[in-house]
């Protein structure tokens, strides 16, 4: 919300997070388990493990119109920066992490 306000009349604003949430593609994503780690760690803390689905209602809250939003996958393919083994696993099981992205005029 801080970052709303910080948007002038007329202004475009964009967040993106990524879903961690479950999909029924899950059983093919080599992710899948990474997700489900990461959606506990902010459960641990307090906090909300999935805020990409709160965003359209913080935006609609602020007065926020013309929003727009999509959600893409992306594949984890060819990455030099994953370590070797997490590489090996996605290119035989998969992997993808999903984006929700929102943005909207103020």
Known sequence: MSL???VKPGGWIELSEYNTGPAPEDDTNGCAKLF???RELPNGMGCEPTPHRLLRGWFEQAGIVDM???EISIL???L???PEKMQTM???EGGYYRVYTIWARK
Do not use: G
Request: hydrophobic share 45%; net charge negative; no cysteine.
């Open 80 to 82: 030099t920066a994953l």
């Open 36 to 38: 489900e780690v990461m």
């Open 68 to 70: 727009e939003d999509t």
């Open 90 to 92: 996605f290119d035989k």
């Open 4 to 6: 709303i306000r910080l």
């Open 76 to 78: 984890f393919e060819n």
